[in-house]
């Protein structure tokens, strides 16, 4: 085994290899198939945990339990394609590489054997890496330690590889009559067209005729710390979906005992509906650990707790209540996903007014609160995720994703790809 630095590179003495990326916390895994002139062909040319085979190429989830990785057969590859990149990514969105020291393990895929490891030195603001290469050289393939980060993401390895990506269009507005006054062109389609992704934030599509609405404000309520990140600071805190606020007060983590109060009721003249309120606690790989319920209302020694089942819903106040000391979490809990589900099978479009907040344990102020305004006739719904991030803050996201399933063990998978 051989322990590569930046720009080294080995002969591969197998024909098929596997190159896993291992870091403290969930990765992105995915590879690009180049051509001669360092570019894609196509979209089959992407591979990741949406798209996981391509020619030649093959993407395996880890589960949490095990580094997501990449299997490449260089005697299977199309013509043409003289190189393939891996490429990693927090799976947190926003998150950077700082304080992560991602390792990439180059094995013989069919040996199992290690022929190489190579951990990029000195990372900070990288958002996506370029990690390492198979690449063909006089007729005989081999490997290079790249470590190259990017500090834009996704979009600034798709740049650099002739990849046009885009976020997923507004509904556009009516088309504009001709005579209308001279308006900037619209970009022109993208050349490449990918299936969604949480890198890319939704499928490329082409350009619409009439420019996208821009995005929605971030509300009044909830204020920005420093470099522009959500914080406690200026009290109670709205989110929107998909918005993340860091549990951080006058520059200190909050690690004291949270409340996570969740609360729905009957759609309008509708009948009492008897849902679930759960969280799923996982480790630094998102490995199950372990998960608390109205079955089961106490976990981690205690650190976590659930105030009991509701079965209508009606009243005013939450229905259900979690409780968490987050400083008495073990080291090895790192997310917690919080859900709601219904055992009996009605949909969530029977549910009117669903909303999770936190709540501080000791005075009662509610410190974040997320109102869900959409729903889908499904019977489960991840409300809300707290992740603990390496400088010991824990963040909270709203999250509003839909699923089928009926009971919290049915949630496990879904909610690991979530975090």
Same mark, same amino acid.
């Given at each position: ?9 080995? +002969? ?16 992105? /895994? ?39 990785? =990449? ?12 190189? =393939?990149?891996?490429?990693?990514? +927090? ?8 304080? @992560? ?77 001709? +005579? ?34 821009? +995005? ?41 005992? /949270? ?13 009492? @509906? ?5 969280? @799923? ?22 650190? /976590? ?62 410190? /974040? ?12 719904? !991840? !409300? ?26 049915? !949630? ?8």
């Amino acid at each position: 085994m051989t322990a590569m630095t930046p720009g080294s590179n080995l +002969p591969l003495n197998a024909v098929r290899v596997t190159v896993d990326v291992a870091a403290p916390v969930r990765l992105d /895994v995915s590879a690009l198939l180049l051509a001669a002139d360092g570019k894609v062909r196509s979209d089959a040319d992407f591979i990741f945990f949406n798209q996981p085979s391509g020619p030649g190429v093959g993407y395996r989830s880890g589960g949490g339990a095990a580094p997501d990785s =990449i299997t490449i057969d260089t005697g299977a590859l199309p013509p043409g394609i003289e190189r =393939i990149v891996v490429t990693a990514s +927090p799976d947190a969105a926003g998150q950077t590489f700082q304080g @992560i020291e991602p390792t990439a393990t180059v094995r013989n895929a069919d040996a199992g054997s290690v022929i190489a490891t190579f951990t990029p030195p000195q990372l900070g603001t990288e958002t996506a890496l370029v990690v390492v290469e198979v690449y063909q050289r006089g007729g005989a393939w081999k490997v290079r330690a790249v470590g190259q980060g990017y500090a834009n993401g996704l979009a600034g390895i798709a740049t650099d590889f002739g990849v046009s990506v885009e976020e997923e269009p507004a509904p556009a507005a009516a088309p504009v009559a001709p +005579p209308a006054p001279p308006a900037p062109a619209a970009p022109p389609a993208p050349p490449v067209s990918y299936p969604a992704s949480p890198w890319l934030g939704g499928a490329t599509t082409p350009a619409p005729a009439a420019p996208p609405a821009p +995005p929605a404000p971030v509300p009044a309520a909830a204020p920005a710390g420093a470099g522009g990140k959500i914080n406690l600071d200026k009290g109670r805190v709205s989110l929107q979906k998909n918005q993340t606020v860091s549990l951080v007060k006058g520059g200190r983590p909050l690690l004291s005992q /949270v409340k996570m109060g969740l609360g729905w009721e009957p759609a309008f003249g509708g009948r009492a @509906i008897d849902l679930d309120a759960s969280v @799923i606690a996982y480790g630094p790989q998102r490995n199950h650990i372990d998960h608390c319920w109205f079955g089961k209302l106490s976990i981690l020694g205690g650190a /976590v707790k659930h105030s009991g089942d509701n079965l209508t819903g009606e009243g005013a106040g939450d229905d259900e209540v979690i409780v968490v000391d987050l400083g008495r979490l073990p080291a090895d809990t790192t997310g917690l996903v919080f859900t709601v589900n219904s055992f009996s099978g009605q949909k969530f479009t029977d549910v009117a007014k669903a909303y999770c907040r936190l709540i501080d344990g000791a005075s009662g102020e509610e410190l /974040v609160r997320f109102d869900l305004t959409g729903a889908e006739p499904q019977t489960g719904v !991840m !409300m809300a995720k707290l992740i603990k991030q390496f400088s010991g803050e824990w963040e909270m996201t709203a999250m509003g994703q839909f699923v089928k399933s009926r009971t919290v063990r049915g !949630m496990v998978k879904a909610a690991a790809e979530a975090l």
